[in-house]
């Protein structure tokens, strides 16, 4: 493997470092290497030398180079390193940097050009310095190791590439038992996927350094829930519970057209402490505002889609629940170029940040930037990055519109917004096929599409939208039947699905014991003709029964009970006529369960497919037919005894 490996001659203990590079000369292979190197503020007067040493193992490649040192562009003081440490407005000149008290922190960056001879699939980039805190918790034996980093180039599949950046400073200082929330802010100027994953922190010769039992990759710091990492966003989240020091050392692996071209990675020092600006709740942020989306469609408060050439602008809200100031920044100008941040402030302790960009026509993929949002505690200020997405999909999608249920015969109104033509299909059942809101007269239901160009988000647009139609129909159980005067006739009607709950209303309510129900039971003393009105989801059909009523005793009675326990009396149920005449035409009986027991005219015998049935209450329907006297419809019940 080729190696830079950067030696510090004097520093004592190391707080992080991380590593890029910048393709300059693709036909060369040149490339600027930056590195930043944290440390302690009692390191002010120790500018570290260091050396860059290249190797590659496939190639046969080792060299050495030494690059320069760049004072912060923001020093006033005759060049220095820039100090990042996190402190209040009140606290900021009482760092050890300036001469006070406060643990500090600076960063060394240093650059070097640098041509690679060959083309090799195993370039590293290295940064190893003696030697790490003896106070870290999570690491064994931290103080005997180093800090090493590295940054990997395959410049066999990318002879022009840009490592991802890292656009935001470590946080070196957070509160004990606070929700963390910290993002490294990694760019790529190249729009190459990225992959993040936590990796053991490595000493001297790249080895990796144990983590003490009870800590892994999974679990670098004392949480309480999960520690969770989002892959795709570098986003780290979780509540500290021990008091201590931990490493937490993060790779971020570059894919250009599902291929491994390079990685580089962050190892950074962080304490965990019990600090007096921890007595407040941290600052929180609300992500993105569902209100103030335009040009995109928010998929959660943290993502946004738009489509290539779609302008898109959203707002979002920090805030600081203990009535302190609060701060918001964001790296979105150079994570995406082009892109517009600005906040507004709305009182002390809230903040409104709001976010622009127009996506250039070409464009597709996830743009990832952060969002820093501060608090003005003091000394130590609290500090949480979140990762926002700005997922540009490919110039179309689908979207659901409204389902829409229409009694048969009748129309439905559909509407699409946003743009200024339309093509809806199918188009034989719709009022105009180019119009932003036709009528629809489906006869069966029916899915209906439109195609369109968002005028916000410049995606073509396809919503769907379907018509469901209730065909109600109304069928009696029977339609004309004969009773004896006095007989109890059970009415009923059969209907097609109707999605909703149905009402019944029957007339004229004249011998019935409820007009309201589906099932009403009739006494009739004359003849009638009984008219019942179904509704269901607005739609009406109706059906009639005509009941005649014979003024002679009833010619056919049913027993209420029977014994089929072979004895040879009463061991069969079946409707009983005068002179025995009469022919059953259809004769079911059900258990209580609606098991359908018996299905022949023939008498019942208690069984069902040979098996004695058990004793209880069962429901009949029999149709049978009185000479002279026509037709008879008669539902009950029968005990069976055993």
Same mark, same amino acid.
């Given at each position: 493997?080729?190696?830079?490996?950067?030696?510090?001659?004097?520093?004592?203990?190391?707080?992080?470092?991380?590593?890029?590079?910048?393709?300059?000369?693709?036909?060369?292979?040149?490339?600027?290497?930056?590195?930043?190197?944290?440390?302690?503020?009692?390191? #002010?007067?120790?500018?570290?030398?260091?050396?860059?040493?290249?190797?590659?193992?496939?190639?046969?490649?080792?060299?050495?180079?030494?690059?320069?040192?760049?004072?912060? &562009?923001?020093?006033?003081?005759?060049?220095?390193?820039?100090?990042?440490?996190?402190?209040?407005?009140?606290?900021?000149?009482?760092?050890?940097?300036?001469?006070?008290?406060?643990?500090?922190?600076?960063?060394?960056?240093?650059?070097?050009?640098?041509?690679?001879?060959?083309?090799?699939?195993?370039?590293?980039?290295?940064?190893?310095?003696?030697?790490?805190?003896?106070?870290?918790?999570?690491?064994?034996?931290?103080?005997?190791?180093?800090?090493?980093?590295?940054?990997?180039?395959?410049?066999?599949?990318?002879?022009?590439?840009?490592? &991802?950046?890292?656009?935001?400073?470590?946080?070196?200082?957070?509160?004990?038992?606070?929700?963390?929330?910290?993002?490294?802010?990694?760019?790529?100027?190249?729009?190459?996927?990225?992959?993040?994953?936590?990796?053991?922190?490595?000493?001297?010769?790249?080895?990796?350094?144990?983590?003490?039992?009870?800590?892994?990759?999974?679990?670098?710091?004392?949480?309480?829930? &999960?520690?969770?990492?989002?892959?795709?966003?570098?986003?780290?989240?979780?509540?500290?519970?021990?008091?201590?020091?931990?490493?937490?050392?993060?790779?971020?692996?570059?894919?250009?057209?599902?291929?491994?071209?390079?990685?580089?990675?962050?190892?950074?020092?962080?304490?965990?402490? @019990?600090? &007096?600006?921890?007595?407040?709740?941290?600052?929180?942020?609300?992500?993105?505002?569902?209100?103030?989306?335009?040009?995109?469609?928010?998929?959660?408060?943290?993502?946004?889609?738009?489509?290539?050439?779609?302008?898109?602008?959203?707002?979002?809200?920090?805030?600081?629940?203990?009535?302190?100031?609060?701060?918001?920044?964001?790296?979105?100008?150079?994570?995406?170029?082009?892109?517009?941040?600005?906040?507004?402030?709305?009182?002390?302790?809230?903040?409104?940040?709001?976010?622009?960009?127009?996506?250039?026509?070409?464009?597709?993929?996830?743009?990832?930037?952060?969002?820093?949002?501060?608090?003005?505690?003091?000394?130590?200020?609290?500090?949480?990055?979140?990762?926002?997405?700005? !997922?540009?999909?490919?110039?179309?999608?689908?979207?659901?519109?409204?389902?829409?249920?229409?009694?048969?015969?009748?129309?439905?109104?559909?509407?699409?917004?946003?743009?200024?033509?339309?093509?809806?299909?199918?188009?034989?059942? #719709?009022?105009?096929?180019?119009?932003?809101?036709?009528?629809?007269?489906?006869?069966?239901?029916?899915?209906?599409?439109?195609?369109?160009?968002?005028?916000?988000?410049?995606?073509?647009?396809?919503?769907? !939208?379907?018509?469901?139609?209730? !065909?109600?129909?109304?069928?009696?159980?029977?339609?004309?039947?004969?009773?004896?005067?006095?007989?109890?006739?059970?009415?009923?009607?059969?209907?097609?699905?109707?999605?909703?709950?149905?009402?019944?209303?029957?007339?004229?309510?004249?011998?019935? @014991?409820?007009?309201?129900?589906?099932?009403?039971?009739?006494?009739?003393?004359?003849?009638?003709?009984?008219?019942?009105?179904?509704?269901?989801?607005?739609?009406?059909?109706?059906?009639?029964?005509?009941?005649?009523?014979?003024?002679?005793?009833?010619?056919?009675?049913?027993?209420?009970?029977?014994?089929?326990?072979?004895?040879?009396?009463?061991?069969?149920?079946?409707?009983?006529?005068?002179?025995?005449?009469?022919?059953?035409?259809?004769?079911?009986?059900?258990?209580?369960?609606?098991?359908?027991?018996?299905?022949?005219?023939?008498?019942?015998?208690?069984?069902?497919?040979?098996?004695?049935?058990?004793?209880?209450?069962?429901?009949?329907?029999?149709?049978?037919?009185?000479?002279?006297?026509?037709?008879?419809?008669?539902?009950?019940?029968?005990?069976?005894?055993?």
């Amino acid at each position: 493997m080729m190696q830079f490996i950067v030696t510090v001659l004097h520093a004592r203990h190391p707080m992080g470092a991380d590593l890029a590079y910048t393709c300059i000369d693709s036909n060369h292979h040149t490339y600027i290497v930056v590195l930043n190197f944290y440390c302690d503020c009692r390191e #002010l007067d120790e500018y570290p030398d260091i050396v860059l040493n290249v190797a590659s193992v496939s190639c046969g490649q080792n060299f050495s180079v030494t690059p320069n040192w760049q004072p912060c &562009p923001a020093s006033t003081n005759g060049g220095q390193p820039c100090e990042i440490t996190p402190l209040c407005f009140a606290s900021v000149l009482q760092s050890e940097c300036n001469g006070g008290s406060l643990q500090g922190m600076l960063d060394y960056t240093y650059t070097d050009t640098i041509t690679l001879p060959a083309l090799c699939s195993d370039w590293v980039i290295s940064f190893d310095i003696c030697c790490r805190s003896a106070f870290i918790s999570n690491l064994i034996n931290p103080d005997a190791d180093d800090l090493y980093i590295q940054a990997t180039i395959n410049n066999t599949l990318a002879h022009n590439d840009h490592s &991802p950046v890292f656009t935001g400073n470590p946080v070196p200082f957070i509160c004990f038992s606070y929700p963390f929330t910290c993002n490294m802010g990694a760019v790529d100027a190249d729009g190459d996927s990225l992959v993040y994953s936590v990796i053991e922190p490595m000493g001297a010769g790249a080895l990796p350094i144990p983590y003490v039992p009870g800590y892994s990759n999974n679990n670098p710091v004392s949480s309480s829930g &999960p520690f969770t990492l989002n892959t795709a966003t570098g986003e780290i989240n979780f509540i500290p519970v021990d008091i201590g020091v931990f490493v937490i050392a993060v790779q971020v692996s570059e894919y250009r057209r599902g291929a491994l071209i390079g990685t580089t990675m962050r190892d950074i020092q962080i304490a965990v402490d @019990n600090l &007096p600006s921890c007595s407040q709740p941290p600052p929180l942020f609300s992500g993105i505002d569902s209100a103030n989306v335009s040009g995109g469609v928010m998929t959660d408060s943290f993502e946004v889609q738009i489509c290539p050439g779609g302008r898109l602008s959203f707002s979002a809200l920090a805030t600081e629940p203990s009535g302190d100031s609060v701060f918001m920044q964001s790296d979105i100008t150079v994570a995406i170029p082009g892109a517009g941040f600005s906040v507004n402030r709305i009182s002390k302790d809230s903040v409104m940040g709001n976010f622009t960009w127009s996506s250039p026509a070409g464009d597709t993929g996830k743009h990832i930037f952060i969002v820093t949002v501060t608090n003005n505690q003091c000394p130590v200020i609290v500090i949480q990055n979140y990762a926002i997405t700005v !997922d540009v999909i490919t110039a179309a999608y689908t979207r659901s519109g409204n389902d829409t249920l229409i009694c048969k015969g009748s129309g439905a109104q559909l509407t699409a917004t946003g743009s200024t033509s339309y093509v809806w299909s199918p188009s034989s059942t #719709l009022s105009c096929s180019y119009c932003p809101a036709p009528v629809a007269t489906p006869d069966t239901t029916t899915t209906y599409w439109v195609l369109f160009r968002d005028s916000l988000s410049a995606c073509m647009v396809t919503q769907r !939208d379907t018509v469901k139609i209730q !065909d109600l129909v109304v069928i009696p159980l029977f339609t004309d039947t004969l009773v004896g005067e006095g007989a109890h006739l059970v009415l009923g009607v059969t209907t097609t699905e109707i999605y909703g709950q149905p009402t019944y209303s029957w007339w004229p309510a004249e011998y019935l @014991n409820n007009a309201v129900s589906p099932h009403p039971v009739a006494v009739p003393l004359t003849d009638i003709l009984y008219t019942v009105k179904v509704t269901g989801d607005g739609c009406v059909d109706s059906a009639q029964i005509n009941v005649r009523v014979k003024d002679s005793p009833n010619p056919m009675v049913m027993p209420n009970a029977f014994t089929p326990n072979g004895d040879g009396r009463n061991d069969y149920f079946y409707p009983v006529t005068f002179n025995n005449i009469g022919t059953v035409k259809t004769f079911r009986i059900y258990d209580r369960w609606g098991q359908l027991v018996h299905d022949v005219t023939d008498p019942w015998d208690g069984k069902f497919k040979g098996e004695k049935q058990p004793p209880g209450t069962y429901i009949y329907y029999l149709d049978i037919q009185i000479p002279n006297q026509g037709d008879m419809h008669v539902e009950g019940a029968v005990t069976l005894l055993r």
